[in-house]
């Protein structure tokens, strides 16, 4: 019997669980630590910030779902792990396993900047849950006393649909309340927005752009009367101000800006586990390259960038790429057990993305994520319409029923992504053949 402990229980963690419990047999022990009694469904955290959403629409009791799939689920701190001895310590025990799947997601690197972050400093985050409703009490409190806004991401950051997302619905919200009249009837109480990216240029979101999303973006922004500065970094943070690197200051009542990631601190400790920045670099199989009982899925995972740009930034990893890596990990553990024969499998990072901007929204896809060095996809599509909000709100409860029932991409959501061209994992290629690998006898 072998015993595969999953850590973290997000948009990564909980999929790899249930696909590792659907394909291992019963006589192998599937464990799932998370640090939060709670999954929640990050992508939605941008409304909840706005107070158009509450949390607990998007959250699922871990200790209710997570048993009744056959898998231990332990809610407690992981404090070390020792990939020389098989070894994950908790506050009160330590476990042994044959296979680790780290799926922490991130941590916030607050420390980036003076003044970042809602605890200790002067900014907001949509981030995690805990931030978003720091993020909502602090704009119901604004709404007393309305004044500038700043949202945008810091530099290093990785995530920047977020931002988007919560500029252009702040702007819809104040609209209904009568502060953002166009220019022409201008009120007293007008709020002024600014939006402050580290991006090259507005639309780049960490991939070199996708499709018309550089004009697009633009365009959402310029309609709605939101300043933009591009290829701008924040040098730090004050009560009403944000500082900018060459010296400007822009006024702010309410600042949301997005932090830069990094792996979490017990990650980081262990020599040869991750890079600088904490992130675990993986090899096609999504196995560590170093520790052979290592797998790792989700933002935690090393991806580098493939262009320098004026700022340094992050590149993200979207939710479909990480369902895909839960596909292949757990694919690939079951070779390693033994449990099917055949060939290893790698995600095929294609993203497809929906951002809700209020009356409208835009649809992203991206095959794969990251272009050539000739800049070239496979596709690169954008679409926009009030449409994409609805589908938005619709696939906020797929998501959320899947991991009810222990789903994680389900044979016709297969089916469906197959039937437009996006194969979600395909056999990793060596320089010669494909490697196969047989059960162990």
Request: charged fraction near 20%; proline fraction near 9%.
């Amino acid at each position: 019997m072998a015993r595969v402990v999953v850590i973290g229980a997000g948009l990564g963690g909980l999929p790899s669980a249930y696909e590792l419990r659907h394909i291992l047999p019963r006589e192998h022990q599937v464990t799932l630590i998370s640090n939060q009694p709670k999954f929640t469904f990050i992508p939605s955290l941008p409304w909840v910030g706005l107070g158009l959403r509450s949390l607990d629409r998007i959250q699922l009791e871990l200790a209710n779902i997570v048993p009744q799939h056959g898998i231990e689920f332990i809610h407690d701190s992981v404090i070390a792990i020792d990939p020389k001895s098989h070894q994950i310590r908790l506050k009160d025990r330590t476990l042994d396993y044959d296979y680790a799947v780290i799926a922490t997601g991130p941590e916030l690197a607050l420390d980036a900047l003076p003044g970042l972050g809602p605890e200790g400093g002067y900014t907001q985050s949509i981030c995690n849950p805990h931030h978003a409703l720091l993020a909502h009490e602090a704009w119901e409190k604004f709404l007393q006393q309305p004044g500038p806004i700043v949202v945008g991401a810091a530099p290093g950051a990785s995530c920047f649909g977020p931002a988007y997302e919560f500029a252009l619905l702040a702007h819809q919200v104040l609209k209904r309340k009568g502060l953002r009249d166009s220019s022409k009837y201008r009120s007293h109480n007008y709020v002024p927005i600014t939006f402050v990216t580290s991006e090259p240029y507005a639309g780049h979101l960490g991939i070199s752009g996708m499709g018309n999303s550089r004009w697009l973006i633009r365009k959402f922004l310029a309609d709605r009367e939101i300043d933009l500065m591009e290829n701008t970094a924040i040098s730090q943070f004050e009560p009403e101000a944000v500082h900018l690197v060459d010296g400007r200051i822009i006024p702010s009542k309410y600042t949301m800006v997005l932090p830069p990631f990094r792996g979490p601190r017990f990650l980081r400790e262990v020599p040869g586990l991750t890079d600088a920045k904490g992130f675990v670099p993986v090899l096609p199989s999504y196995r560590h390259p170093k520790f052979d009982s290592i797998y790792a899925v989700g933002v935690v995972t090393q991806l580098k960038p493939i262009e320098q740009t004026p700022i340094p930034i992050g590149v993200p990893k979207v939710g479909l790429m990480t369902e895909e890596m839960t596909l292949s990990v757990a694919h690939n553990i079951a070779l390693e057990l033994g449990v099917i024969s055949g060939y290893q499998i790698k995600p095929t990072l294609q993203a497809v993305c929906f951002a809700d901007f209020g009356n409208t929204g835009a649809l992203f896809l991206a095959d794969p994520l990251l272009p050539d060095t000739e800049g070239n996809r496979h596709r690169a599509i954008t679409y926009k319409g009030a449409w994409v909000s609805w589908i938005k709100s619709a696939f906020e409860k797929y998501f959320l029923t899947k991991m009810r029932l222990g789903w994680t991409i389900p044979w016709f959501e297969r089916w469906a992504f197959r039937a437009i061209g996006l194969p979600l994992v395909e056999p990793i290629q060596t320089d010669t053949s494909l490697e196969v690998i047989h059960p162990i006898p």
